[in-house]
C-alpha cells in the first residue's frame, strides 16, 4: 500500500521528437505531483503536448529527461514484470474505443483477460461474478453482450466496456484520454458519473486529459493548462475558470460557448 | 413576416439494412424557416439528426429510402424521381450540404483547386481554369482563407483548415440553405471558434441566405441559432426560439436534455449533473404511444396508449408539457 503524500509525480518532464530542423518538443520540462484520491485535469489544444504525456505517465513513451515517481520510488519500467506491476495499478481509458480492443476476442474474453493483471487468483466462478459485477457497474446487460464481438456494439456501450476494464481492475491512478470526446452531450454525464462512483469507491486518482474546459470545470480539483507542450497555469478548478491570471487561459476561457456569457463571434 | 424559404411537411424516410429490417430514422418531420434565419437541431446520438441532414437533400442513395412527405425549397418541390435534375439543379445550387468529418470527405490525392473545378465543370461549364482560379481565390479572400490552399492538398491543412475549406467550397454557389452536420464536432475550442466565424460570416455576407446547424452541443447552438428544434427517436419533441427552449424547456425530453449541459461558469460545480437513465428505443419497430415514456420519471400508463401529436401554443410547438 502506497502511503507517500504523492501517489505519481514528475520533475522537469520533456520528451522530444525528431532532431535537428524536425525538432519538436512535445512536452517541454513539465512538473507536476498527484495525491491520492484527487482529481485532475489537463485542459489544453489539440498539438499542446497532452496525449504524450499522457502515454509518457502510462510507460507507453520514453521521456526524453525527467523522472517519473510512483509513491515516491522512481519509475523503472525496463523489465516486463515491473510494467506488468506497474499497469496493474495505473490505467488508462482512451479517446477511441474502436481501436482499443482486440477484434478477435469477444467480449468474455476480453474482460476476463482483465483480471489476469490482478494479483489473486481468481477460480473460474469468481471470474464470471466479477465481470458482471463490472458490467453492473457501467449499466450494461452481461447476458446480452457476452458472446459478442466489440464490433458489434455501439459506440456509448464500447465506451461503458471500457470503463467496465478498469473496475475489475480497480488502479489506483486512472489516466483518462478524452474519455468523452466520441460521445454526445447527453451520454457523457452517465460516463462521468461511472468515473467518480470508481473514485469514490477505490479512492483512485483520476487524471483527465481534455479540450472541453466545461467537462474539466465540474469534474475536476485541480486543473493543469497546457500550452505548446508547457504547463502554463495550474489551480483549483475554481481558481483557474473564474480568476485566470495567464493570457492564454483567458483566451481559451472565451472561445468556449457559454450561456449566461456573450459569445462573441465578429 | 418574411419568406419561408424551406417547408418540410410530414417527411419519413428509414435505412434499409441487408436482413431487409427497416429502420424509421426520420419519422414524420414537419420544419420552416424563414429567410435569414439559423435553425439549430439537437439531440442525443442515434436520433435522426444526421438523417434529417441528408433526407433534406432531396437526393436518397440506399440503404436511405424515402417514404413520405414533401420538401418544397422557396416553392419548388424536390422530392422528385430525376436524379440528374436534382444534381445540376438543387445540389449545391438551392441547398447544400457540409459533413462531419471533412478528414473523409476530401479526397487525399486531389489539390483543392480540383474540386472546386469539378462543382464548376459541372454548373458553369463556359469558365476556364483561370477564371475558376481566380472566382476561387476570391471567394477564399472574402473568407479570410488563404488562397494558398487552393494548391495544397488536403493532407497540408489542418483539422480546422479543412473544414473551413470545405465550408467554402460547399457554398460556392451561393446556396439558399445551408446543412452543417456538427460541423466542429472534431475540433477543440478555438479551432470551433473559428469555424462559427466563418459560418456567420457566409450569412453576414449572402452568401448563403439561411441555415440549418445539426449538433449535441447546446450552448454552441444557443449562440448560433434562433430557433431551435430538439428531436428524440426520429421525431420532433420541441420547436422554440433558442432562449425559450434553452431556458424554459417544456418536453420531459429537452429538460433532461438541458441538465446534461456542461459549461465554465460560476454555479456549473454545484450543479448536479443529471444522466437520463435506459438508451433510446429500438426505430426498427413502430412505437405506439410516447416514444420517450420508457425513460421518463412522469410517464404513466396513458402516454404508452396512443401517439401523442404535436401541440401549439404562443409560436411553440411541443408534444408533452409534463
Known amino acids: 500500500m502506497c502511503t507517500h503524500d504523492y501517489i505519481l509525480s514528475g520533475k522537469n518532464i520533456t520528451r522530444v521528437f525528431g532532431q535537428g530542423k524536425n525538432k519538436v518538443v512535445a512536452v517541454d520540462n513539465v512538473s507536476f505531483s498527484f495525491t491520492r484520491g484527487e482529481i485532475i485535469s489537463i485542459v489544453g489544444e489539440s498539438g499542446s503536448g497532452k496525449t504524450t504525456l499522457a502515454k509518457i505517465l502510462l510507460g507507453l513513451l520514453k521521456q526524453s529527461d525527467g523522472d517519473i515517481f ?87 456501450q464500447m465506451q461503458r466496456l471500457m470503463i467496465a476494464r478498469t473496475f475489475l481492475i480497480r488502479p ?83 472561445d468556449v460557448p457559454k450561456i449566461y456569457e456573450s459569445w462573441d463571434l465578429a | 413576416m418574411s419568406r419561408k424559404l424551406l417547408k418540410v411537411k410530414n417527411l419519413k424516410t428509414y435505412y434499409k439494412t441487408r436482413m431487409h429490417e427497416k429502420i424509421y430514422a426520420v419519422d414524420g418531420v414537419s420544419l420552416e424557416i424563414e429567410e435569414g434565419k439559423v435553425l439549430g437541431v439537437a439531440g442525443e446520438s442515434g436520433c435522426g439528426k444526421s438523417t434529417l441532414a441528408h433526407s433534406l437533400m432531396g437526393l436518397y442513395i440506399p440503404p436511405l429510402y424515402y417514404s413520405q412527405g414533401s420538401i418544397e425549397i422557396d416553392g419548388k418541390e424536390i422530392i422528385i424521381d430525376d436524379k440528374e435534375y436534382l444534381r445540376k439543379n438543387v445540389l449545391g445550387k438551392e441547398i447544400s450540404y457540409i459533413p462531419q468529418a471533412a478528414m473523409n470527405a476530401l479526397n487525399p490525392t486531389l489539390k483543392i483547386r480540383k474540386f472546386i473545378e469539378d462543382i464548376m465543370a459541372e454548373h458553369r461549364p463556359n469558365l476556364s481554369k483561370k477564371d475558376v482560379y481566380d472566382l ?68 453576414e455576407k449572402q452568401y448563403i441566405k439561411s441555415l440549418i446547424f445539426v449538433t449535441h452541443e447546446l450552448p454552441l447552438l444557443y449562440h448560433i441559432a434562433d430557433d431551435i428544434v430538439i428531436m428524440y427517436a426520429g421525431e420532433i419533441v420541441e420547436r422554440g426560439s433558442s432562449d425559450e427552449v434553452i431556458f424554459d424547456p417544456i418536453h420531459p425530453y429537452s429538460k433532461a436534455l438541458m441538465a446534461s449541459m456542461l459549461v465554465p461558469e460560476k454555479g456549473a460545480k454545484d450543479q448536479k449533473l443529471v444522466a437520463i437513465p435506459g438508451s433510446p428505443p429500438n426505430l426498427k419497430s413502430v412505437i405506439k404511444g410516447c416514444r420517450f415514456a420508457d425513460r421518463c420519471k412522469y410517464a404513466d400508463e396513458e402516454c404508452r396508449k396512443s401517439k401523442v401529436h404535436e401541440k401549439i401554443l404562443d409560436n411553440r410547438i411541443y408534444r408533452c408539457k409534463k
Not at chain 1, 111 to 139: G, H, P, W, Y
Not at chain 1, 193 to 210: A, G, H, P, V, W
Not at chain 2, 160 to 165: I, L, N, P
Open chain 2, 136 to 203: 476561387a481565390a476570391e471567394r477564399f479572400s472574402n473568407l479570410n482563407l488563404s488562397p494558398r490552399v487552393l494548391d495544397a492538398f488536403p493532407n497540408e491543412l489542418s483539422g480546422g483548415m479543412k473544414q473551413r475549406t470545405i465550408i467554402a467550397i460547399s457554398t460556392i454557389l451561393n446556396p439558399k440553405i445551408l446543412v452543417a452536420d456538427e460541423p466542429t464536432s472534431a475540433l477543440d475550442v478555438s479551432s470551433q471558434k473559428i469555424v462559427m466565424k466563418l459560418i456567420k460570416q457566409l450569412l
Open chain 1, 172 to 254: 489506483r491512478v486512472l489516466i483518462a484520454d478524452e474519455p468523452t470526446s466520441m460521445i454526445d452531450a447527453c451520454s457523457r454525464a452517465s460516463i462521468l458519473d461511472m468515473l467518480l462512483k470508481l473514485r469514490d469507491e477505490n479512492n483512485t486518482t483520476i487524471i483527465f486529459i481534455t479540450h472541453d474546459v466545461g467537462l474539466a470545470y465540474y469534474v475536476s480539483n485541480t486543473i493543469y493548462i497546457m500550452e505548446k507542450g508547457r504547463i502554463i497555469e495550474r489551480g483549483t478548478a475554481d481558481e483557474i475558470i473564474l480568476n485566470p491570471k495567464e493570457n492564454y487561459t483567458q483566451q481559451l476561457l472565451k
Open chain 1, 70 to 156: 510512483y509513491c515516491g520510488k522512481k519509475l523503472n519500467l525496463k523489465e516486463r514484470r515491473s510494467r506488468r506491476e506497474y499497469w496493474s495499478e495505473v490505467q488508462a481509458v482512451f479517446q477511441d474505443p474502436f481501436s482499443s480492443f482486440n477484434m478477435f476476442y469477444k467480449v468474455e474474453t476480453l474482460l476476463r483477460n482483465c483480471l489476469k493483471l490482478r494479483k489473486n487468483k481468481l477460480s473460474k466462478e469468481e471470474q464470471v461474478a466479477a465481470v458482471k459485477d463490472a458490467c453492473k457497474s457501467v449499466n450494461l446487460e452481461y447476458e446480452e453482450l457476452y458472446d459478442k464481438h466489440p464490433f458489434e456494439l455501439s459506440g456509448g
